[in-house]
């Protein structure tokens, strides 16, 4: 598998946007209040563009939607808006675009030399080439699946100094990752991360996640226990410690205790070891550890 590593202006203003909108639970306080802090206040006028930005965002799909397709894979993005939103709409998100181009120009110049920097780092350690194979191998028996993507596009977005995030709601071929202002040391850590965001796009959906849903039948909880498991293989599971010597984490998700998290990493590690997939058997056991109740036919 190839890996791209692509700085999208385009792709950023929406990020910008849409994070400091709020919109969706996952966007960063963090982020929010550097932003500020670069660019002092915001005007009533932005603050209420903000505000519409948020209302319209909420009507679409949180991930791999219009907005998505047209900021990060168009070059001409409100071409596709036009033909794509209702008029109404469609003239309120341009207007809120153009109100917050200045801010957003005036950061850009700032976080383009940490986006090309990282880019730099990205490309140079060729991530295509190191322990690749390895870990796509280890991976299709995990998840009892074929990639049909052999290579992926990795859009670098802004962050701070000490956050990170990727994502994987852009389309079929492409994750996002938060990484402007992230410290270069850390470039294990990233790499990880990429990784844990392709098995999301490209190893979860064919066998693995259906198969959460037939045995819990509740899409949150299967969002949380996919959500671990992946966790307790990448950034900080058994393979970020094995390919990138990334710490294991002490908790792999939020209000999983230290004892839960070490035997689910015991686990995985176990199954990988054995050389073995995910299966019913594996998941079973996941869930009587989190003393999560399975559905019983």
């Known amino acids: 598998m190839k890996f791209r590593f692509i700085i999208s202006k385009r792709a950023n203003f929406y990020f910008f946007i849409s994070n400091l909108s709020k919109w969706h639970f996952s966007c960063v306080k963090d982020y929010n ?3 500020q802090e670069e660019l002092g206040q915001f005007s009533p006028e932005e603050k209420r563009a903000l505000k519409i930005f948020k209302k319209i965002r909420c009507k679409y799909p949180s991930g791999k939607s219009l907005f998505e397709r047209a900021f990060f894979t168009n070059k001409t993005p409100f071409s596709i808006l036009k033909k794509n939103l209702p008029v109404g709409e469609y003239e309120i998100i341009a207007e809120v675009f153009k109100i917050l181009g200045k801010k957003f120009n005036l950061l850009y110049k700032k976080e383009l030399p940490f986006l090309s920097m990282w880019k730099n780092k ?13 870990i796509i191998e280890i991976l299709k028996t995990l998840f009892n699946t074929l990639p049909t993507v052999k290579k992926c596009n990795v859009y670098l977005l802004f962050s701070s100094e000490f956050h990170t995030s990727g994502g994987a709601n852009i389309d079929e071929e492409s994750v996002s990752l938060e990484i402007s202002r992230y410290l270069l040391k850390n470039v294990n850590h990233v790499t990880a991360i990429i990784w844990h965001e392709i098995i999301h796009l490209l190893f979860q959906n064919n066998y693995f996640y259906p198969k959460l849903m037939e045995i819990f039948k509740d899409r949150q909880k299967t969002k949380i226990i996919n959500e671990i498991i992946i966790a307790s293989l990448f950034p900080r599971g058994v393979l970020g410690d094995k390919f990138f010597k990334n710490r294991i984490a002490d908790k792999l998700y939020s209000g999983i205790s230290l004892s839960k998290t070490k035997k689910i990493l015991d686990l995985t590690e176990h199954v990988i070891s054995d050389k073995k997939s995910f299966d019913e058997e594996y998941i079973r056991k996941i869930a009587k550890i989190l003393h999560y109740k399975i559905y019983e036919n």
Not at 122 to 133: H, R
Request: proline letters at 0%; hydrophobic letters at 45%.
């Open 122 to 134: 990205l490309d140079n350690i060729k991530i295509d080439k190191v322990s690749t194979n390895s």
């Open 33 to 35: 209040i550097l932003w």
